[in-house]
C-alpha cells in the first residue's frame, strides 16, 4: 500500500479545484453512496510504466454541468451538449493524474499517463479487479462532491 | 496587426480557456486539436506564437515541436508548452525540447497572458499593453453592495495594509448608479441583499457593456450553501465568504485582476536575490511564488548576482511540502549557476536538520550571516 496515496490525491483535488473552478474543498469519507437513479460522468486516465493504475473522477452530472459554467465561465443553458460536459471531466481528470504523476516520478516511480477517457450514463459503477489496491476520496465543493479513486497494480 | 496564437490540445476546455483569456486583447486566437492540425494551421498562419499541449492523440506536442524545429521557415515560432506534469523529470525534458517556456496545468488565465507578454507585446483592443499591469500597492476603487455596514468596517479594516477605495452601498440601486458613473476594478456584492437584489444588480452589470467584463464578487455567508450554487451558477467571478478571511481575500483580488505581487516574494539586497516566505504562507501563496520565479531568477541573473537566499525567518516552523517548494526554487537557481543558502529562526533552522533533503542546506540566522557563509 502508499501510505500517502490519498494525502497526494487531497493535494491533487485541493490545487485543481482552487485553481481552475475556484473552489475551496473539504473531504469526506470516500464510502458516500453516489446515487444510482441519477446520470453519473466518470473520468479516467491511466498511468504505465514503473507506477500503474488508473485514476476516476466520478461526479453527478448536475454538479458536472456546474464545474462546466464554472470552467468556462458559462451559463448553465450555454453548455453545448454532453460533449463540453465530457471534455470539462475529462480534462479536470487529466491535471489530478498530472499532478499524481508529477509527485510520483520526483520519488522515483516514473510512469506515463494516457489521454483522458469519460463514460457517462446511469446505474453503473467502476470496482477495482482482484489484487488491485484502491484508495478514494470524496471532494466536497459546498453542497456538491465528487469522488476520486485511484486503482493501482501493486509492485 | 493584430497578434497571432496558436493553442494547439485535444481538450476543447483548454483551447476556450485560451481563447478567453486572451478576449479582451488584440489577438487573434486560431485553434488546432492535434500535432497534425496543429502544422497545418502553423505553416498556413505563421503565429506568433504557439501554445502546444504534450500529451495529444494523432500527433503528440513533443512530435510537433521536433518537425517545428526542423522546418526552416516554423523553427523561430515561439513555442510554449503546456503540460499536466509538474515533475523536475518531465519540466527538464521539456527545458530541453527548446521551448521558449512553459505552464503546468492547472492554471490560471492570467498566468498564459503573462507568459505570452513576455514573447510578445499584447495590446489591449483598448490600446494598453498587458505588461503595465498594476502592482498590489497601486491604489484601486472598489464597491461593496451590502446591507450590512458592519461589512463595510470589516472590509476597510481588512484591507487597511493597501491603498485601495472602500465604497459601501446598502442598496442594490445605488451601487449601480454609482458604478455606472465611476467604473471601479472591482465589485462585490452580496448575495444576502433583500428580494434578491444582489443577483438583479449582477444580471445589470453583466447587461452592460461597461461592466459586462468586470470581476464581480459574490458575497455570502458559509453556510448559505444554495445562494453560493446560484452565484456559481449565473457566473459571478467567484466567491467570498463570511466570516470574510481577508489574507485569502487579497489573493483572489490579486489572481483576478492580475495584480503584480511579486515585489512581496523576491527582492535584491545586499547582493543576493532574497525569496521571502511570509508568515501567512499557503498552497495559494506558493502557486504565486512559483508562478514569478522564473522571471525574478532570470533579472537577478541578467543583473549580475550570483547568489540566491531563502529567506524564513517569518516561519515558526516547516513541513514538507514548504521543504519541497524551497528545493524547487534551489533546483531552479542551481540550474543557472545561484549559490543557494537558508536563513530562519533558531527553530527552523533546527528543524530544517530533520529532513534528509535539507541536510546540504546553507543555513544561518540572518542575510549578513548567510551572505558571509555563501
Known amino acids: 500500500?502508499?501510505?500517502?496515496?490519498e494525502d497526494m490525491i487531497k493535494s491533487a483535488a485541493n490545487e485543481v479545484f482552487a485553481t481552475m473552478l475556484n473552489m475551496s474543498v473539504t473531504f469526506e469519507h470516500p464510502d458516500i453512496q453516489m446515487q444510482d437513479s441519477q446520470t453519473h460522468v466518470a473520468g479516467a486516465v491511466g498511468f504505465t510504466g514503473k507506477f500503474n493504475g488508473v485514476i476516476y473522477l466520478y461526479s453527478n452530472l448536475e454538479f458536472a454541468r456546474k464545474m462546466t459554467c464554472c470552467l468556462l465561465g458559462l451559463t448553465d443553458d450555454q453548455i453545448e451538449g454532453n460533449e463540453m460536459i465530457n471534455?470539462?471531466?475529462?480534462?479536470?481528470?487529466?491535471?489530478?493524474?498530472?499532478?499524481?504523476?508529477?509527485?510520483?516520478?520526483?520519488?522515483?516511480?516514473?510512469?506515463v499517463i494516457t489521454i483522458p477517457a469519460v463514460v457517462s450514463g446511469r446505474d453503473f459503477r467502476i470496482e477495482p479487479v482482484s489484487g488491485a489496491e484502491r484508495y478514494a476520496v470524496c471532494v466536497r465543493a459546498n453542497k456538491n462532491c465528487v469522488l476520486l479513486e485511484m486503482l493501482v497494480k501493486p509492485e | 496587426m493584430s497578434i497571432k496564437i496558436l493553442t494547439v490540445d485535444d481538450s476543447r476546455t483548454i483551447r476556450l480557456i485560451v481563447g478567453r483569456a486572451f478576449?479582451?486583447?488584440?489577438?487573434e486566437v486560431m485553434e488546432a486539436a492535434n500535432g497534425v492540425e496543429g502544422l497545418a494551421v502553423a505553416s498556413r498562419e505563421k503565429p506568433d506564437v504557439i501554445i502546444l499541449d504534450v500529451t495529444m492523440p494523432v500527433m503528440d506536442g513533443t512530435e510537433m515541436l521536433s518537425r517545428l524545429k526542423s522546418t526552416a521557415d516554423l523553427k523561430s515560432i515561439p513555442v510554449i508548452m503546456l503540460t499536466a506534469e509538474a515533475g523536475r523529470e518531465n519540466v527538464l525534458r521539456i527545458a530541453r525540447m527548446g521551448v521558449r517556456d512553459y505552464l503546468v496545468k492547472p492554471f490560471k488565465e492570467d498566468q498564459i497572458v503573462e507568459r505570452v507578454s513576455r514573447i510578445v507585446e499584447?495590446?489591449?483592443r483598448g490600446g494598453t499593453t498587458a505588461k503595465s499591469k498594476k502592482r498590489f500597492d497601486d491604489p484601486l476603487k472598489i464597491v461593496l453592495a451590502d446591507d450590512k455596514t458592519a461589512i463595510w468596517d470589516q472590509f476597510k479594516a481588512g484591507l487597511s495594509d493597501t491603498p485601495w477605495q472602500i465604497d459601501g452601498f446598502a442598496q442594490a440601486q445605488s451601487a449601480l448608479e454609482n458604478i455606472g458613473s465611476h467604473v471601479p476594478d472591482l465589485i462585490f456584492v452580496s448575495t444576502s441583499l433583500p428580494d434578491g437584489a444582489g443577483f438583479w444588480l449582477f444580471q445589470k452589470l453583466r447587461s452592460s457593456v461597461k461592466t459586462e467584463k468586470l470581476p464581480i464578487f459574490a458575497l455570502s455567508v458559509k453556510t448559505a450553501v444554495d445562494d453560493q450554487a446560484r452565484a456559481q451558477q449565473v457566473g459571478f467571478t467567484g466567491i467570498v465568504t463570511k466570516p470574510i478571511d481577508f489574507a485569502d481575500l487579497k489573493m483572489k483580488i490579486t489572481r483576478v485582476l492580475g495584480l503584480d505581487a511579486s515585489y512581496k516574494y523576491y527582492e535584491q539586497k545586499s547582493g543576493a536575490l532574497v525569496v521571502n516566505y511570509p508568515s501567512n504562507y499557503t498552497q495559494s501563496i506558493a502557486n504565486d511564488m512559483a508562478a514569478h520565479l522564473q522571471e525574478k531568477v532570470t533579472e537577478a541573473v541578467d543583473a549580475g548576482l550570483d547568489k540566491l537566499v531563502v529567506d524564513l525567518t517569518q516561519l515558526k516552523s516547516v513541513d514538507m511540502p514548504l521543504i519541497e517548494q524551497v528545493l524547487n526554487v534551489m533546483k531552479y537557481a542551481g540550474e543557472l549557476s545561484l549559490k543557494s543558502g537558508v536563513i530562519g529562526s533558531d527553530e527552523v533552522r533546527q528543524a530544517c536538520t530533520n529532513f534528509e533533503e535539507t541536510k546540504e542546506w546553507l543555513l544561518a540566522g540572518s542575510l549578513d550571516d548567510i551572505m558571509k557563509l555563501m
Open chain 1, 1 to 5: 500500500m502508499i501510505k500517502d496515496m
Open chain 1, 87 to 111: 471534455d470539462v471531466v475529462g480534462e479536470l481528470t487529466n491535471m489530478h493524474a498530472g499532478h499524481l504523476k508529477s509527485r510520483l516520478s520526483d520519488r522515483g516511480q516514473s510512469c
Open chain 2, 23 to 27: 478576449k479582451t486583447y488584440d489577438c
Open chain 2, 122 to 124: 499584447l495590446k489591449n
